[in-house]
């Protein structure tokens, strides 16, 4: 799905919904990261998506999880909650502008194997920490990724 995403952008159009969304910081045994590669402009990103109409938000993140990466997962706590009106999501198929309302979780997983759906996500893989800091990443993503890697055990809201 073709979309353009702002971050304190001026030129962000007004968002007109919200948009409820999952997203996790997972680890493997070994402490590795899991980040998925996006089919629509090439970003990495903690896999998530969309709640949808009838489930838990951690409901939501698990399913997306295994759909973006085919890594099952299990939510251990919550990185944040993030709602900042100066991001904006673009859907052009939908002609919808929405502000995002996402929360991040941490997880884990015991699954040493992750593939792409090839529809939303072109790779997925996992990542020393070190090497995540260094992938190219939209800011709102790589804004949850530091709260989640520098301050573990804090909740972050913004």
Known sequence: ?????????????????LLPAAFAVVRNSS???????????GYWELP???IEVGESAST???????????????????????????HVLVYHQEKAIYQQFAVCFHAVSTTSDAQPDD??????????????????????????????LTEPHQTHFD
């Open 60 to 86: 939501a993140v698990t399913r997306e999880v295994c759909e973006e990466a085919g890594v099952a997962i299990r939510v251990t706590g919550i990185v944040g909650v993030y709602s900042d009106p100066a």
């Open 48 to 50: 998530g998506g969309r």
């Open 1 to 17: 799905m073709a979309r353009s995403e702002y971050y304190h952008d001026v030129a962000a159009p007004v968002a007109q919904e």
């Open 119 to 148: 529809q939303e996500t072109t790779a997925a893989a996992w990542f020393e920490p070190e090497q995540a800091a260094q992938l190219s990443m939209h800011p709102a993503m790589r804004q949850r990724l530091t709260d989640a």
């Open 31 to 41: 402490g590795r990261i899991l980040l998925v590669r996006r089919a629509d402009d």
